[in-house]
């Protein structure tokens, strides 16, 4: 059974902080998406991430793939109230699809 | 360009009754994945459809089972509902290549009583 741990599970910060969540999991996958959630609606995708070691940026985002493409890294700098949401990553394996249980974030004004 | 749909928004059903659960996909993609999402958890896996066929399914029971048509669009049907049934249930679409990026649906919140 292939699992994806993500921590921490909350995270309450003031405006302007930095902050790090973290996907781990014992499996390799072929790929690894972020998406971010907002109460009552569907995850929306951020990111892909497919190469060992790949960073991508995406404005005050940072994604990192671990080497061995069994972790990733959410980086945000600055962070603004509109970051507040449910980060979710997820690793497929073919057709098998896993989701993390998500990082709760909340951006303080 | 429409994005997923998912119908109905909400639904109130009683245990050992029957759902089902419709999606259209994102314009061009072909392949249709259902999950399962309680409060607080992160999507579970229930299956994927592709070409009118099941082509993965996650763990969950029989009573679970869908449906994909010609024009991309599916249904999932859920029987002889539990009350560990409620959830919001989504449907994501993606091309059939590139499966790891999906696009959700808003959800279909499944109360059951």
């Known amino acids: 059974t292939q699992l994806l741990e993500q921590s921490p599970q909350f995270l309450s910060i003031q405006e302007g902080e930095n902050l790090t969540v973290y996907c781990n999991s014992s499996?390799?996958?072929?790929?690894l998406q972020w998406y971010r959630q907002e109460p009552g609606e569907g995850p929306v995708l951020l990111v892909t991430?497919?190469?060992?070691?790949e960073v991508k940026k995406l404005k005050r985002l940072t994604f990192q793939f671990g080497d061995a493409r069994k972790d990733s890294s959410l980086h945000i700098t600055a962070a603004q109230p509109g970051d507040t949401g449910l980060y979710l990553c997820s690793g497929s394996q073919g057709q098998n699809f896993v989701f993390g249980p998500g990082t709760r974030l909340s951006v303080l004004p | 360009d429409a994005g997923v749909t998912q119908s109905p928004t909400h639904l109130i059903k009683t245990r050992g009754q029957q759902v089902t659960l419709r999606c259209s996909p994102k314009?061009?993609?072909?392949?249709v994945s259902w999950y399962q999402q309680a409060l607080g958890q992160g999507p579970q896996f229930i299956f994927q459809?592709?070409?009118?066929?099941?082509?993965q399914r996650g763990n969950f029971p029989d009573r679970f089972s869908g449906h994909q048509f010609p024009n991309y669009s599916s249904e999932l049907n859920v029987n002889a509902l539990l009350l560990g049934d409620s959830a919001l249930y989504l449907c994501?679409?993606?091309?059939?290549?590139?499966?790891?990026?999906?696009?959700f649906g808003p959800g279909t919140r499944l109360t059951v009583t």
């Open positions: 499996s390799v996958f072929s790929s």
């Open positions: 314009s061009g993609h072909d392949t």
């Open positions: 991430v497919v190469t060992g070691g």
């Open positions: 459809y592709y070409e009118e066929e099941e082509r």
């Open positions: 994501a679409s993606s091309f059939v290549d590139r499966g790891g990026e999906q696009y």
